[in-house]
C-alpha cells in the first residue's frame, strides 16, 4: 500500500537533501554503511540487552519493510522505482544526513547565508540548549 509513497519521499530525498544525485559520495556511503554494521554487530553482542533488543526490532521492521517495498516493484513492474536496501536505508537518516554529506564535502558558504541558530544558557547547577534548522 505505500510502495508509491516511499518512492515519492525517496525522489523528494534526491532532490532535496541529495540535490538530483541519486547517491551518497564514498565517504558519506562509508560513514552510514559502516554505522549500519556496527549496529549489526552491537546488535550481535548484546543479546540481552533491552536498549539493543529493541533497536534489533527496529532494524528487522525497516528490513521487513524494505523486503514488501521490492516484491510490490516487481509485482507492478516499477523496476525504475527499485531501491536497494542502502538507499532504503538512507531514507531513515535523512535528517543526520543534512549534517552529514556537508561534513564530507565541504564547501565554502556565503558568510551571510544562516541555516541554524542555537540557544545556551547557564544557570546556577546546569546548562540549557536548544537548536533550530532553518533549512528545510
Excluded at 42 to 60: F, Q, S
Excluded at 87 to 96: S, V
Excluded at 98 to 117: G, Q
Aim: charge should be negative.
Amino acid at each position: 500500500m505505500t510502495q508509491l509513497f516511499i518512492y515519492d519521499a525517496y525522489s523528494n530525498f534526491v532532490n532535496s537533501v541529495l540535490k538530483c544525485n541519486d547517491t551518497l559520495n564514498i565517504k558519506t556511503q562509508k560513514f552510514i554503511n559502516d554505522q549500519l554494521e556496527w549496529i549489526d554487530s552491537e546488535i550481535g553482542k548484546n543479546k540481552t540487552d533491552p536498549y539493543w533488543n529493541l533497536v534489533e526490532g527496529l532494524i528487522a521492521q525497516l528490513r521487513g519493510m524494505h523486503r514488501g517495498y521490492t516484491k510490490k516493484v516487481e509485482d507492478i513492474s516499477k523496476h525504475d522505482q527499485n531501491l536497494d536496501f542502502s538507499h532504503f536505508y538512507y531514507l531513515t537518516n535523512m535528517g543526520d544526513l543534512e549534517d552529514v554529506i556537508p561534513a564530507f564535502e565541504y564547501e565554502e558558504k556565503n558568510a551571510d547565508f544562516h541555516e541554524c541558530s542555537g540557544f545556551i544558557k547557564l544557570l546556577a547547577d546546569d546548562l540549557v540548549t536548544s537548536h533550530n534548522t532553518h533549512n528545510m
